[in-house]
């Protein structure tokens, strides 16, 4: 544990952009609460044996050997004479989790191999480096990934996996004592060098950025287990990575220097619940540098000004390490930051421990509604491959379901994947739906999703190494339909599972009384354990905050514009005499949902932020707080000087900005798989997807209770046996689709009481 109170190697000098928002102090409460939190991530496994420790320091020495053997024998190889044989070094760098130093038991260590100019990255790395490593038994499972964002050469060594990069310098020989942290590093650096430099430099940068270095790795330690429970540990998924986590909890260290854990951990769900998105969060000023390098910067660069959640990386290039980040899992997080923030206070209070705070996101009790994406290949290896391509590509599938029904059908990627041990080479995700929040639910209403399904497949199936076997079938089920497999053991527990806190609250918030509701559709109910007044709370306050930055986010096209001519929502009867409903439709009852305020989910449009760069004036920074520690405690002032601290640590006035379909659907693209797929605009002309909506998937339908506007107050404890789904969907009207690149939706909301629909489908 770090020593209380010290600004730690720094010898008081001040880190970040702005001032620290307390210099207090930890209290005896602290002391005590983070001996506890240490016990519990050591019970938690979090800390490798000392055995395994020095088990990783051997292989990455051996590591080293090998790659210096290797520079030696390629420079032979080219004919350079023996002196610069003899000199000819390379070098082998940390970065990641192993670096930062809160990786935990047989984790991977990411590593970075440093070259001279005359080794290559395709013929040398790829190629001679692969072919010693290949020829080594203590080599497992090489896979060499040449086309990645990243190149990575994937593998296991004496049982430690290891992910090995390669950088290129311009230097003829690499001195053992290169610092790599110097900008001087980059210069004739071609792309991929850069950024296969990035992730040390960010790494290094980041431990010189926080004041205190083992408090800081404890309160990380901690925040990475608690975002894997919580199910938001997934930066492919849309929400954050190792590295996202690491500047989140670095800024939280630099605004309290001389907080232990405990007091960390709170602040940084009281600071991130209040934090207004798309303010970016930044450990120093972003520096332009001499290189001519690009940095992110979104009064520059259009692409910037849509990133939802910039979290800036503090090494040069500077970039927004979280670009994945979609408004769907914004809102996710910021509901568990909420979460977070109201299970701390109850930890002062003595009402909550840190078993509340790790319990478990209960995904498949969270909704009524799932998507399920399941993939089979021929072999152990295609799978591999082929799940890696997918998995890249389920975030255009969550963009896409809610940018085509105007954002009232929400997704939520689940992180993990599974697998049926019944099934030979398969693999599956899930997705949970559910109608947005604070929308009254018309009658009838039906989400119809299959064209943006069967075109998320068509894209998938665009992979450059596609083989045959390699399949992808998306169905729509409902929770209790989930499959056993996806249980620990197999076994689907009982419900209603064991008492959590979201399920303590929902209970205390049904006795208080029932949220009062004018809509037509009346009283709503919770979607399953989760607690509908707490998200509530959770928009009103980002709402309120998002106002108070005058964002103003432009409107899209209504959908009166989209069924313009069409007759009244109550009474809307839609037909397609050529759809095939038997095709991958479903479609489903649900009771009503909590008709709660949600303005994240109302942003249709990223915005730009504009941002101080290296600013220091006084509008850009706060005092420090040097509050006692009984000031900083429980009391409402200390609390509202704290919110007021973090609102002038925000920089930067909201700019509303449009945003076309073509920029969006660039920055669908992930990096790593961007260069493993065909020219996906290209081949839409005349395919399946533009001339005919018959073969498109699945239909989401959304109604009340009793198919009709409803007034009588209902809740649900999430034990109540689910309705039965509808056997047809209601038909659909026959037009010609929108182009992709156009700004209407490619599907169409249609919306029908169950009666008609029922009569519709006899």
């Not at 514009?561 to 069409?566: F, I, R």
């Not at 659907?665 to 018959?694: C, V, W």
């Given at each position: 544990?770090g020593?209380p109170?010290?600004?730690?190697r720094n010898?008081g000098q001040?880190?970040?952009?702005?001032?620290?928002?307390?210099l207090?102090g930890?209290?005896e409460?602290d002391v005590i609460?983070?001996?506890?939190?240490?016990?519990?991530?050591?019970d938690?496994?979090?800390y490798?044996s000392?055995?395994e420790?020095?088990?990783r320091?051997?292989v990455?020495?051996r590591?080293?050997?090998?790659?210096?053997i290797?520079v030696k024998?390629i420079?032979r190889?080219?004919?350079?004479?023996?002196?610069?044989?003899?000199?000819?070094?390379?070098?082998i760098f940390t970065?990641?989790?192993?670096r930062?130093?809160?990786?935990g038991?047989g984790?991977?260590?990411?590593?970075l191999?440093v070259g001279p100019r005359h080794?290559?990255?395709e013929e040398?790395?790829?190629?001679e480096?692969y072919r010693?490593l290949?020829?080594?038994p203590?080599?497992?499972e090489?896979?060499?990934?040449?086309d990645?964002?990243?190149?990575v050469m994937?593998?296991?060594f004496?049982?430690v996996?290891?992910?090995l990069?390669y950088?290129?310098?311009?230097?003829?020989?690499i001195?053992?004592?290169?610092?790599?942290?110097?900008?001087?590093?980059?210069?004739?650096?071609d792309?991929?060098?850069v950024?296969s430099?990035?992730g040390?430099?960010?790494?290094d940068?980041?431990l010189r950025l926080v004041?205190?270095i083992?408090?800081f790795?404890?309160t990380?330690?901690c925040?990475?287990l608690?975002?894997?429970?919580r199910g938001?540990y997934?930066?492919?998924?849309?929400?954050?990575g190792?590295?996202?986590w690491a500047?989140l909890?670095a800024?939280?260290c630099?605004?309290?220097p001389n907080?232990?854990p405990n007091?960390?951990v709170?602040?940084?769900f009281r600071v991130?619940t209040q934090?207004r998105?798309p303010n970016p969060?930044?450990?120093?000023?972003?520096?332009e540098?001499?290189?001519?390098?690009?940095?992110w910067?979104?009064?520059?660069?259009?692409?910037?000004r849509?990133?939802l959640?910039?979290?800036?990386?503090?090494?040069?290039?500077s970039m927004?390490s979280?670009?994945?980040v979609?408004?769907s899992t914004?809102?996710?997080?910021?509901?568990?930051?909420q979460?977070?923030?109201e299970i701390?206070?109850?930890m002062e209070a003595?009402?909550?421990?840190?078993d509340?705070?790790?319990?478990?996101y209960p995904?498949f009790?969270a909704?009524?509604n799932?998507?399920?994406?399941?993939?089979?290949?021929?072999?152990?290896?295609?799978?591999?491959k082929w799940?890696?391509?997918?998995?890249?590509?389920?975030?255009?599938?969550?963009?896409?379901?809610e940018?085509?029904?105007?954002?009232?059908l929400q997704c939520?990627?689940h992180?993990?994947?599974?697998?049926?041990?019944s099934?030979?080479f398969?693999?599956?995700?899930f997705?949970?739906?559910?109608?947005?929040q604070g929308?009254?639910?018309?009658?009838?209403e039906?989400?119809d999703i299959?064209?943006?399904?069967?075109e998320?497949k068509?894209?998938v199936?665009m992979y450059?190494?596609?083989?045959?076997g390699?399949?992808i079938?998306v169905?729509?089920?409902k929770?209790?339909?989930?499959?056993n497999?996806?249980?620990p053991?197999?076994?689907?527990?009982?419900?209603?599972?064991?008492?959590?806190w979201?399920s303590?609250r929902?209970?205390e918030?049904?006795?208080?009384g029932?949220?009062q509701?004018?809509?037509?559709?009346?009283?709503?109910?919770?979607n399953?354990?989760?607690d509908?007044?707490?998200r509530?709370r959770?928009?009103?306050n980002?709402?309120?905050n998002l106002?108070?930055?005058?964002c103003?986010a432009?409107?899209?096209?209504s959908v009166?514009?989209?069924h313009?001519?069409?007759?009244p929502v109550?009474?809307c009867?839609?037909?397609d005499?050529n759809?095939?409903?038997?095709?991958?439709v479903?479609s489903?009852r649900e009771?009503?949902?909590?008709?709660?305020?949600d303005?994240?989910?109302?942003m249709?449009?990223p915005?730009?932020?504009?941002?101080?760069?290296?600013q220091?004036?006084g509008?850009?920074?706060?005092?420090?707080?040097?509050?006692?520690?009984?000031a900083?405690?429980?009391?409402t002032?200390?609390?509202e000087?704290?919110?007021?601290a973090?609102?002038k640590i925000?920089?930067g006035?909201?700019v509303?900005?449009q945003?076309?379909p073509?920029?969006?659907?660039?920055?669908?693209n992930?990096?790593?798989?961007?260069?493993q797929?065909?020219?996906f605009r290209?081949s839409?002309?005349g395919s399946?997807i533009?001339?005919?909506t018959?073969?498109?998937?699945?239909?989401?339908?959304?109604?009340?209770a009793n198919g009709s506007?409803?007034s009588?107050g209902?809740?649900?404890n999430?034990t109540?046996?689910e309705?039965?789904p509808?056997e047809?969907?209601?038909?659909l009207?026959?037009?010609?689709p929108?182009?992709?690149?156009q700004?209407?939706?490619l599907i169409?909301?249609?919306?029908?009481s169950l009666?008609?629909?029922?009569e519709?489908?006899s």
């Amino acid at each position: 544990m770090g020593s209380p109170g010290l600004m730690n190697r720094n010898n008081g000098q001040r880190l970040g952009i702005t001032e620290p928002i307390s210099l207090g102090g930890p209290t005896e409460y602290d002391v005590i609460k983070t001996h506890e939190l240490e016990k519990y991530l050591r019970d938690a496994g979090l800390y490798e044996s000392q055995e395994e420790a020095v088990g990783r320091e051997e292989v990455l020495g051996r590591l080293d050997q090998i790659v210096k053997i290797w520079v030696k024998t390629i420079s032979r190889a080219k004919g350079l004479n023996e002196q610069l044989v003899h000199e000819a070094n390379a070098k082998i760098f940390t970065f990641g989790s192993y670096r930062l130093g809160v990786h935990g038991p047989g984790a991977d260590i990411d590593t970075l191999c440093v070259g001279p100019r005359h080794a290559t990255r395709e013929e040398d790395f790829f190629g001679e480096l692969y072919r010693m490593l290949s020829e080594m038994p203590e080599v497992k499972e090489l896979q060499p990934v040449p086309d990645a964002y990243v190149p990575v050469m994937r593998f296991k060594f004496n049982g430690v996996s290891i992910d090995l990069l390669y950088a290129k310098l311009s230097l003829w020989v690499i001195p053992e004592d290169l610092d790599i942290s110097q900008d001087s590093i980059l210069q004739n650096a071609d792309e991929q060098t850069v950024r296969s430099l990035n992730g040390c430099r960010v790494t290094d940068q980041i431990l010189r950025l926080v004041p205190n270095i083992q408090n800081f790795r404890t309160t990380l330690r901690c925040m990475r287990l608690w975002a894997k429970r919580r199910g938001v540990y997934s930066n492919v998924a849309g929400f954050l990575g190792g590295i996202n986590w690491a500047l989140l909890v670095a800024r939280i260290c630099q605004l309290y220097p001389n907080a232990l854990p405990n007091m960390l951990v709170s602040r940084f769900f009281r600071v991130y619940t209040q934090w207004r998105w798309p303010n970016p969060v930044m450990l120093c000023a972003i520096e332009e540098g001499s290189l001519g390098l690009q940095v992110w910067d979104p009064r520059r660069n259009p692409k910037d000004r849509f990133h939802l959640m910039p979290i800036i990386t503090p090494a040069y290039p500077s970039m927004n390490s979280s670009y994945n980040v979609s408004s769907s899992t914004l809102r996710i997080m910021s509901e568990e930051f909420q979460r977070g923030s109201e299970i701390c206070e109850a930890m002062e209070a003595s009402k909550a421990d840190w078993d509340t705070i790790f319990e478990p996101y209960p995904f498949f009790e969270a909704y009524k509604n799932y998507l399920q994406i399941d993939i089979t290949a021929e072999n152990a290896d295609d799978l591999r491959k082929w799940k890696g391509w997918v998995e890249s590509r389920l975030r255009q599938l969550t963009l896409k379901i809610e940018r085509h029904t105007f954002y009232m059908l929400q997704c939520h990627p689940h992180p993990g994947d599974f697998s049926d041990s019944s099934r030979s080479f398969h693999c599956c995700f899930f997705m949970g739906l559910q109608r947005k929040q604070g929308v009254p639910a018309s009658e009838g209403e039906q989400f119809d999703i299959r064209r943006t399904v069967e075109e998320f497949k068509h894209n998938v199936n665009m992979y450059t190494l596609w083989k045959p076997g390699m399949e992808i079938h998306v169905s729509h089920v409902k929770r209790r339909n989930i499959p056993n497999f996806v249980f620990p053991s197999g076994i689907r527990p009982s419900r209603p599972s064991n008492v959590t806190w979201d399920s303590r609250r929902s209970s205390e918030l049904k006795v208080s009384g029932p949220v009062q509701d004018n809509s037509c559709e009346g009283k709503a109910v919770s979607n399953g354990v989760d607690d509908g007044s707490k998200r509530k709370r959770v928009d009103d306050n980002v709402e309120t905050n998002l106002r108070s930055a005058k964002c103003l986010a432009a409107e899209p096209p209504s959908v009166g514009e989209v069924h313009e001519g069409s007759p009244p929502v109550s009474s809307c009867s839609i037909k397609d005499d050529n759809m095939d409903t038997h095709r991958l439709v479903e479609s489903i009852r649900e009771e009503p949902e909590n008709d709660i305020p949600d303005s994240l989910r109302n942003m249709k449009n990223p915005v730009e932020v504009s941002f101080q760069n290296s600013q220091a004036d006084g509008s850009a920074r706060c005092n420090p707080l040097n509050l006692a520690p009984s000031a900083v405690a429980d009391t409402t002032s200390s609390k509202e000087v704290e919110k007021l601290a973090i609102e002038k640590i925000m920089s930067g006035p909201y700019v509303a900005h449009q945003a076309s379909p073509e920029e969006l659907d660039e920055l669908e693209n992930d990096f790593e798989y961007g260069n493993q797929a065909k020219d996906f605009r290209g081949s839409m002309k005349g395919s399946p997807i533009e001339s005919s909506t018959a073969n498109a998937a699945v239909a989401v339908p959304v109604l009340s209770a009793n198919g009709s506007c409803s007034s009588s107050g209902l809740y649900s404890n999430g034990t109540l046996e689910e309705l039965e789904p509808m056997e047809l969907a209601a038909p659909l009207l026959n037009v010609t689709p929108a182009p992709v690149v156009q700004r209407k939706p490619l599907i169409r909301l249609s919306f029908t009481s169950l009666a008609k629909a029922t009569e519709k489908s006899s």
